[in-house]
């Protein structure tokens, strides 16, 4: 009988983590509904929010766990609408997918609006394309949370208004994982500006162009580990800070650096100045490893090797 008790309180765990009658609700023309935000407010924890092709001037606060809001193929563009002030899609739940959508013209008083405001828990962006917002990606801070972007584009957003915005800008949280993804044109903030305990950037491109004003390509605020390979950075001729392209520790040193590694990258500096690589301000020892510099490069300021 205990045997028979233990099975049955087994599948009552395996039932309610694991809902079997997760839904798809579909947006657009002709669909159940026509907004994503009126979906994303009919939806349960894992449910699927999907989107047809369309311009949607619309936004949403996502406060559900486990749901994903995936467009169901290009051409899915959330425009010029931000809730509460702050972004086009604002994430309250966690382990929140957000995939295939354009999300771009975010703009709101206080200059720092988003593509999507992160303030729950886990998040992944999975080709998403962030065009002309003030920010990107900005995220509260969240000790628990991890953020994963995949395959996604950030062109053209940044600014320096009552505040700077950034291409991404992430607070305290327990990792930033950025891989496979573009950074372009960033105006005035920094393209990467993390305060995670780990930030990983792996396979990335990011550059400023002929027009990108930005200040940094990466910058590890408060220090944390940092892991950049095969990634490819480039500080224009229109950069407001051609001093630096990466720094670690710039507004001051607050959490544990386990470990930073440089490996594998390409640094080209087209700003018509010397230029550093790397900042170290921590007392960790950075470790630059097989990268490669076009123009006047500096590899290393701070504690750290070049191999």
């Known amino acids: 009988m205990l045997r028979v008790r233990v099975i049955v309180a087994g599948l009552l765990v395996l039932i309610v983590g694991n809902p079997v009658h997760a839904a798809t609700l579909e947006v657009g023309p002709g669909k159940q509904y026509d907004k994503p935000s009126a979906a994303i407010a009919a939806a349960k924890p894992g449910d699927t929010v999907a989107i047809a092709p369309g311009q949607y001037y619309d936004c949403a606060s996502i406060r559900q766990d486990n749901l994903t809001i995936e467009g169901t193929a290009p051409g899915v563009v959330l425009t010029d609408t931000t809730c509460a002030g702050k972004a086009l899609l604002i994430t309250d739940g966690n382990n929140i997918t957000i995939r295939n959508l354009t999300l771009q013209r975010a703009r709101v008083p206080d200059a720092n609006g988003a593509g999507i405001r ?8 999975d080709r998403v394309h962030f065009l002309n917002n003030q920010d990107g990606i900005l995220s509260t801070s969240n000790p628990k949370a991890n953020i994963r972007i995949i395959d ?10 009552r505040a700077c915005a950034h291409g991404i800008y992430i607070g305290q949280v327990h990792s930033l994982h950025v891989e496979h993804s573009r ?11 993390s305060g995670a305990l780990l930030t990983e950037v792996i396979d990335c491109d990011i550059e400023d162009g002929p027009n990108g004003t930005s200040s940094y390509e990466i910058d590890i605020m408060h ?3 940092l892991v950049v390979t095969g990634t490819k950075l480039e500080k224009g001729p229109q950069s407001e800070n051609h001093a630096y392209a990466i720094t670690i520790g710039e507004e001051g040193v607050n959490q544990p ?40 490069v500096r590899p290393l300021e701070g504690d750290g090797s070049v191999s």
């Open 152 to 161: 996604s584009e950030f062109v053209h957003n940044g600014a320096c208004d």
């Open 118 to 125: 992160a303030e729950g828990g886990d998040l992944t962006v």
């Open 223 to 225: 220090g944390g580990s």
């Open 257 to 296: 650096t386990d470990k930073i590694v440089i490996r594998d990258d390409t640094f080209t500096n087209d700003s018509g100045h010397p230029t550093t690589f790397v900042r170290n301000l921590t007392a960790t020892p950075a470790q630059l490893v097989n990268d490669k510099f076009n123009g006047p």
């Open 183 to 193: 950074f372009f044109d960033t105006q005035h903030g920094h393209s990467i500006k």
